[in-house]
């Protein structure tokens, strides 16, 4: 897609001419919304399909687990498999289950005992868990959890790759952190939540592997708005939540992959939705691992909260995950340009090279806690990332580029005014 010039008109021009244009009519979108990289948006089909499951409930009661169509028994594994072509998997290795940190903790936990012999507490000398110290706080606190939890020192068994620039990931030093640590596991984002850094999980997963260690990821930043390839590049397992770019609604039921190769494996934290389908109901004493990906379910699929990804999901795939690449590089690129034309108070701090970003830019700026504040009160959401980050996401299916715009042109005016003054410094606490 051609990246307009820095004019209204010819930004109303590419959003004349844009092929997904007709998506924003699908959805509820408040005022010129940039934070569908937090919380995506409501669609209609999201809406119908919770009404859909509500129905059921209604009708079929206790019935709806084998009688509800499509039926509840099989929810997670069938959005799964309706997931999986965005991730780049087969439809097996991909089950909706849980919240992204539950599980970090269930895949985590699995390979690193499955690398340390199936006991990682009983092993003579276990190695380490790799991550950056750019990542989202959660991962790190799931990772240390699971290693206190095997009678293992979190200082000594997590391995952080610092950043060289505190934006962004050098893949060249996790390569060299995986040469030289004794790694386990490594366990990276797709994308990083501040700077939108894209990370070669194909490069990542080789090294891992050249090293004799698993390669996990968090897709969190990146599914639903950059194609991956997770079975083609051999990625061990993987996780992501489905309210961001997928648009399934706040705290909707997450996801995971698990490449076909470890199926059968015991998962750290088992449950009776991840034992064999066919034989669950026999209530056994032993747990029999499912052979896919929904052997990490634990306990039973919260039907409801998996019902708005069910209909954001048909959305998506009318759309096609490639045009909205192509939309959401395009818009970004338009951001980046903009940002540059404006004053030198505000710096792009995610990589220029579109290859290497997701889908979000984040803006630096002294005033970036303030400017957010103000922007909202002028209905622009972004969100403020500390220290001094906007980060503003224009998400491609409800997004255009006559709003990328709007929020440059809001930003000038706010620097330049001042008017930004007016709102509190920020004091801490909830941001
Ligand atoms: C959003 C996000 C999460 C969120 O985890 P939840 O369990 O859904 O609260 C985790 N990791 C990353 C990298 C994220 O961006």
Redesign the pocket.
């Known amino acids: 897609m051609d990246v307009p010039d820095m004019t209204r008109a010819a930004a109303r021009a590419a959003d004349e001419g844009d092929a997904l244009r007709e998506f924003r009519d699908r959805f509820d979108v408040p005022g010129t919304y940039m934070d569908g990289n937090s919380l995506g948006a409501l669609s209609e089909a999201s809406e119908a399909a919770v009404d859909r499951v509500v129905d059921q409930w209604r009708e079929h009661a206790v019935e709806g687990w084998t009688e509800a169509d499509p039926d509840w028994f099989h929810y997670g594994e069938r959005l799964g498999a309706k997931v999986a072509p965005l991730v780049g998997a087969r439809d097996e290795e991909v089950c909706v289950c849980g919240?992204?940190?539950?599980n970090i903790h269930t895949l985590v936990g699995t390979f690193f005992d499955l690398a340390n012999g199936g006991s990682a507490a009983a092993a003579d000398d276990p190695g380490t868990v790799l991550v950056n110290d750019l990542d989202?706080p959660?991962?790190h606190y799931a990772i240390r959890a699971q290693l206190r939890q095997r009678g293992l020192d979190p200082d000594d068994h997590l391995t952080v790759v610092e950043s060289g620039d505190g934006r962004t990931i050098d893949e060249a030093r996790v390569e060299r952190a995986l040469a030289t640590e004794d790694v386990d596991v490594l366990f990276m984002?797709s994308v990083l939540?501040r700077s939108g850094q894209l990370l070669d999980v194909e490069r990542l997963t080789a090294a891992a592997h050249d090293h004799g260690a698993y390669a996990g990821f968090?897709l969190?930043?990146s599914v639903g708005v950059v194609p991956h390839d997770l079975s083609g590049v051999g990625v061990d397992f993987a996780v992501w939540?489905h309210y961001?770019y997928l648009n399934a609604g706040p705290g909707a039921v997450?996801g995971l992959y698990c490449n076909e190769e470890h199926v059968g494996t015991t998962p750290a934290l088992a449950g009776w939705w991840g034992h064999e389908k066919e034989t669950q109901f026999e209530m056994r004493r032993e747990f029999t691992p499912a052979e896919s990906a929904g052997a990490f379910q634990i306990g039973t699929v919260p039907v409801l909260a998996a019902a708005p990804l069910d209909g954001a999901l048909d959305v998506h795939h009318e759309a096609g995950i490639d045009r909205i690449r192509a939309k959401s590089v395009a818009l970004t690129e338009y951001l980046v340009a903009l940002v540059d034309d404006l004053s030198d108070a505000f710096t792009v701090g995610s990589p220029r090279d579109p290859v290497h970003r997701g889908g979000h830019v984040a803006i630096e700026h002294g005033e970036a806690y303030r400017l957010t504040e103000a922007l909202k009160d002028r209905d622009v959401v972004v969100d403020f990332r500390p220290p001094n980050v906007v980060r503003v996401a224009p998400a491609p299916l409800y997004t255009g580029f006559e709003d990328v715009y709007d929020v440059a042109e809001r930003l000038r005016e706010l620097h330049e005014t001042r008017a930004y003054e007016e709102y509190e410094p920020r004091s801490g606490g909830v941001t």
């Open positions: 919240s992204t940190t539950v989202f959660t991962d984002p939540y968090d969190a930043h939540c961001k997450a």
